[in-house]
T-cell receptor
Framework: NAGVTQTPKFRVLKTGQSMTLLCAQD?????MYWYRQDPGMGLRLIHY???????AKGEVPDGYNVSRLKKQNFLLGLESAAPSQTSVYFC??????????????FGPGTRLTVL | EDKVVQSPLSLVVHEGDTVTLNCSYE??????LLWYKQEKKAPTFLFML????IEKKSGRLSSILDKKELFSILNITATQTGDSAIYLC??????????FGSGTKLNVKP
């Protein structure tokens, strides 16, 4: 049981380049989330998904797109990277019920630098 | 505007001290409040609180929620260097969304 995994762990991009971050979970969770964490700002929600085929915007969605084609995967895309998107990105998942339904399970994070 | 505010932003103590971390919130459709510990990587879950006045305890850590005054505290007694981390407070609201505070950075010196 790997939990929540993220690929890649590190990435350096040039301004204007595109990339996709992959999040995968093997816990059969319904809800998945993408956050960014900047120094002194805690975690801010970018996009989230309440189930396969559905996505919704969070607090800071501009410049990002997401897709949830399979229940276990949640992809975060940057179409044209900007230096302001330099951050650590965390994926998380939550079950829809059961004892852990209030808890978020986090991936290890992806450190992205945009030059 | 919804917000979760943690204080202090940072704290330096010596081993053996007791610390109290604060989290106040103004969030529509509150469901629960969660505390996380973040060392070098992903946050790890500590407590989930839904009812006022009921203390949650795990070893040297304890937490309580006041839904009337809209705040929670996290206490750590007899601190150790391994307690050094960022402590995050999060509020679950609406159906299944979470709003995080900016965190309190705790540094425990030997």
């Amino acid at each position: 049981n790997a939990g929540v995994t993220q690929t890649p762990k590190f990435r350096v991009l040039k301004t204007g380049q595109s990339m996709t971050l992959l999040c995968a979970q093997d816990m059969n969770h319904e809800y998945m989330y993408w956050y960014r964490q900047d120094p002194g700002m805690g975690l801010r929600l970018i996009h989230y998904s309440v189930g396969e085929g559905t996505t919704a915007k969070g607090e800071v969605p501009d410049g990002y797109n997401v897709s949830r084609l399979k229940k276990q995967n949640f992809l975060l895309g940057l179409e044209s990277a900007a230096p302001s998107q330099t951050s650590v990105y965390f994926c998380a998942s939550t079950p829809s019920g059961g004892l852990s339904y209030n808890e978020q399970f986090f991936g290890p994070g992806t450190r992205l630098t945009v030059l | 505007e919804d917000k979760v505010v943690q204080s202090p932003l940072s704290l330096v103590v010596h081993e053996g001290d007791t610390v109290t971390l604060n989290c106040s919130y103004e969030v529509t459709n509150f469901r629960s409040l969660l505390w996380y510990k973040q060392e070098k990587k992903a946050p790890t879950f500590l407590f989930m609180l839904t009812s006022s006045g009921i203390e949650k305890k795990s070893g040297r850590l304890s937490s309580i929620l006041d839904k009337k005054e809209l705040f929670s505290i996290l206490n750590i007694t007899a601190t150790q260097t391994g307690d050094s981390a960022i402590y995050l407070c999060a509020v679950k609201y609406n159906f299944n969304k979470f709003y995080f505070g900016s965190g309190t950075k705790l540094n425990v010196k030997p």
